[in-house]
C-alpha cells in the first residue's frame, strides 16, 4: 500500500458515496470489500469513512431525507485552489452546488457539475490529502466520466485543472485520457445515444478486487445486483455492478494483478 500524497490538480484524490440507508451500505461494502469505518467530519453531518487495514479509502455519507436523489459514487479531484476551481467551473459552463466549503481541518471542498450535467467533488487538501491505499483489492484502481461525446468534456476539465486530453483505446472509440503531471489520471467516454436515460452524464469509479466474477456473484447475494457481466478489457477483467441501493461501480482486476 502506499500513502497519500498531494496530488496534481485534476487527479481523483478521494471517492464519496451519499445514500438514504448508512447502516446497511456500511454493512454491504464492509462484506464485499473487507472495509472498516471511523467517523468523518462533523460538519459533514452523518459520514463515515471506510478503513483498509487503517487506512482510508473513501466516504460514506447520508443524502438528505426526502431529497429523491439516487445514491451515487462521486469522485473529488485534486485542486490548490478551491476557490479559484469553483470559479473556473462557472466560467466554463458548468455549475456549483455546494460550497466552497472547509470540512474542518482536513480541507476545502466544492461539489460541482460539469455542463453535461455529470457530478463531481473539487478538494483542496489541508490536513488531509486523500486516499491512503492504493494497488490492493478493497481500494480505488480508476474513475472514468461517462457523457455524451468525449471531446467537450476533455475541454472542460483541461480549462478547470489544465488536464490534457488525450486519445486512448481503438480509433473508432470516443474516449480519452485526462493526464495530469504527465500521466493519465481518469478517462471520457463518449456514449452517444447509448448513455443511459435514467442516469445521464455520470461518472464512476473503478474498484480493484482479486477475481471480479466472484465479486459480481457476492454483490447479488449482499441484495445489489449486476449491471454489465464481468468481461475481459484493456485494463483487465471487469463487471459493473450496482449496490443495494442502485449505486454504480465497477470492480476490476487489474492486468498484471
Not at 80 to 108: F, Q, W
Request: glycine residues 14%; charged residues 25%.
Amino acid at each position: 500500500m502506499t500513502e497519500a500524497a498531494r496530488c496534481e490538480p485534476g487527479t481523483p484524490c478521494w471517492v464519496s458515496l451519499m445514500v438514504h440507508g448508512l447502516d446497511a451500505t456500511r454493512e454491504f461494502y464492509g462484506e464485499l470489500f473487507g472495509w472498516e469505518f471511523a467517523p468523518g467530519p462533523a460538519r459533514l453531518g452523518p459520514y463515515v469513512r471506510a478503513l483498509l487495514d487503517g487506512r482510508e479509502v473513501a466516504g460514506i455519507g447520508l443524502l438528505p431525507a426526502g431529497s429523491g436523489l439516487p445514491g451515487a459514487w462521486t469522485p473529488y479531484l485534486a485542486t490548490d485552489d478551491a476557490d479559484g476551481t469553483a470559479e473556473s467551473v462557472r466560467c466554463a459552463g458548468g455549475t456549483v452546488a455546494v460550497g466552497p466549503l472547509d470540512a474542518g481541518d482536513t480541507g476545502r471542498l466544492v461539489i460541482c457539475s460539469d455542463p453535461s450535467g455529470a457530478v463531481f467533488g473539487v478538494w483542496q487538501a489541508a490536513a488531509f490529502a486523500g486516499t491512503e491505499a492504493a494497488g490492493v483489492p478493497g481500494t480505488p484502481f480508476w474513475n472514468e466520466l461517462l457523457t455524451h461525446d468525449a471531446e467537450p468534456a476533455g475541454k472542460f476539465y483541461r480549462t478547470v485543472f489544465g488536464c490534457e486530453p488525450a486519445p486512448m483505446g481503438a480509433k473508432d472509440t470516443d474516449r480519452v485520457a485526462l493526464r495530469a503531471g504527465g500521466r493519465p489520471v481518469a478517462s471520457v467516454r463518449g456514449a452517444g445515444r447509448a448513455l443511459p436515460r435514467d442516469r445521464g452524464a455520470h461518472w464512476t469509479t473503478w474498484f480493484e478486487v482479486a477475481d471480479p466474477d466472484a465479486a459480481a456473484r457476492r454483490v447479488v447475494e449482499l441484495g445489489g445486483r449486476v449491471v454489465e457481466a464481468p468481461e475481459d478489457g484493456a485494463e483487465g477483467r471487469r463487471a459493473t455492478v450496482a449496490d443495494r441501493e442502485g449505486a454504480v461501480f465497477t470492480v476490476v482486476r487489474p492486468k498484471g494483478r
